[in-house]
């Protein structure tokens, strides 16, 4: 079966701007119980658990039909929280830097100018969904929303770093000031996974 990721840091390293009862909800019931449902459904279709997690996506076919959507749903919900944890990683920050920092300045002209439009990705998104930061086949890197559980990896983009809109990231915190929640993002965002991640061959 396979097995929750540690966090990669603390509850309450997140203070003030992503609350201790907030962060442990989020990984200890939301995440979990994302985990425990992938769980039940691959054994419940008999699954060797013998490769990575995220390669299940170039598998689903190989499911019962009536179970794909529902493995869909909790692999995305195990993989999305694990590249969000990285994206608001408090530890050994990094900005953009080298050729991500290049591939994001050649598509969106400036930092500020792919913050001004992550922020108006965020704020379109209707009800539950993440923004995401991914990486094309043709190397270059692109803003793109996708809503509940869906991944980057069904679209065939790799995704570098996300924000997780679901209200259950926030509520507890800001309540309706969902504009706050995604500003503050900016306070925690760490870029270390995604400057990896894009130099990484595919
Ligand atoms: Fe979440």
Redesign the pocket.
Known sequence: MYELKPLPFLYQDLEPFIDTHTMGL?YWK??MNYLIQLNKLLEKNKFSFSYPMEEIYDYITSFQKEDQNNILFYLG?VL??NL?WQSINPNQKEFLQGNLKDAVDQKFGSFDHFKRNWIENAMDLKGSGYVFLVKTPKGEVEIITTQNQDSPLQFGYIPLFCI?M?E??YYLNYKNEKKNYIDNFFQLANFRYANQKYNEKI
């Open positions: 989020h939301h995440q919900g999305n929280h969000y997780d679901w259950h990231a």
